[in-house]
């Protein structure tokens, strides 16, 4: 694995992607911050070496660097996931590759439902921990060891300093903010009734098919991560009504303004 990240890494200096300091992970429906970006280098999933390619349709699949907020930043517009047949090193190849260009903190959104109930949808949360329902991990594999500690310590996935700031943010410009607990599935059905009982009772306040296997990456890296989720639907499970992707995807656009606020802010002060 080394020997491919440094062909990414190779490939990617030569088309312009020099020392960004911050690596930026969109989620579904939420691209609306690229319009914020002065974009110097920009380069299809499909053309760099060993990189994986996104499969879904509202994925956008570009790597992209620039400056935001007065800093360099790379930003993936589209992200992979299991539920497309990918493997974890396929998932989380990209956060090896934008740490071995130079980044020090991560950034991560999703698309999540709320399963907290007091949470609505349309509000964002910040993600204080987390539950891996995938069912492995992305450091199990041999020769893991040679990108760093095997036995990575989770007591603490999320940067304190930063959900801090995110905080601090959000109460200066009057933004809603819930914190909690995220619980990451394989999908890419939707849950039950039952499994939304389930997921609450071990502590889940929201639930999506992403963002973990690159957050324990990041640990596994010591890329300082925060991550927001965008709430787009309310998993009730006594009152639970259909959900149509297109109803997730226009209230991620929804609730996106507050993230990017937030993000534009906490760049700024990083």
């Given amino acids: 694995m080394v020997k491919i990240i440094q062909e990414s890494v190779e490939f990617l200096r030569q088309r312009g992607f020099d020392s960004p300091e911050i690596g930026i992970i969109l989620g ?27 499969t879904v349709e509202f994925h956008k699949g570009k790597l992209i660097y620039g400056m935001l907020s007065n800093k360099k930043i790379i930003l993936m517009q589209g992200r992979f996931h299991l539920y497309e047949g990918y493997s974890f090193n396929d998932v989380t190849f990209p956060v090896r590759v934008m740490k071995e260009l130079g980044i020090k903190k991560l950034l991560v959104s999703n698309a999540s439902g709320a399963i907290n109930l007091n949470f609505k949808k349309g509000e964002i949360m910040l993600i204080d921990d987390h539950i891996n329902l995938q069912g492995g991990s992305p450091l199990a ?32 410009k009057g933004i809603k903010l819930h ?12 849950e039950t009734r039952a499994e939304y009982r389930y997921l609450k009772i071990i502590g889940a306040d929201a639930v999506g098919m992403s963002t973990v296997p690159e957050v324990i ?33 226009a209230m991620a656009g929804k609730a996106e303004p507050d993230m990017i606020t937030i993000f534009t802010e906490l760049i700024k002060s990083i």
């Fill in 217 to 249: 990456v990041a640990n596994h890296l010591n890329l300082a991560v925060s991550a927001i989720s965008v709430l787009t639907d309310e998993c009730d499970p006594d009152n639970l009504e259909a959900v149509d992707i297109a109803d997730i995807i």
């Fill in 28 to 54: 579904t429906g939420l691209g609306q911050i690229i319009e914020h970006v002065d974009v110097l280098a920009e380069v299809s999933y499909n053309h760099i070496p060993s990189f994986p390619t996104a």
């Fill in 179 to 190: 914190e909690g607990v995220y619980a990451s599935v394989v999908g890419p059905q939707l």
């Fill in 141 to 172: 594999f041999k020769g893991v060891g040679k990108l760093g500690e095997r036995f990575v310590d989770m007591s603490a996935p999320y940067d304190t300093e930063m959900n801090q700031k995110i905080r601090e943010i959000a109460k200066d």
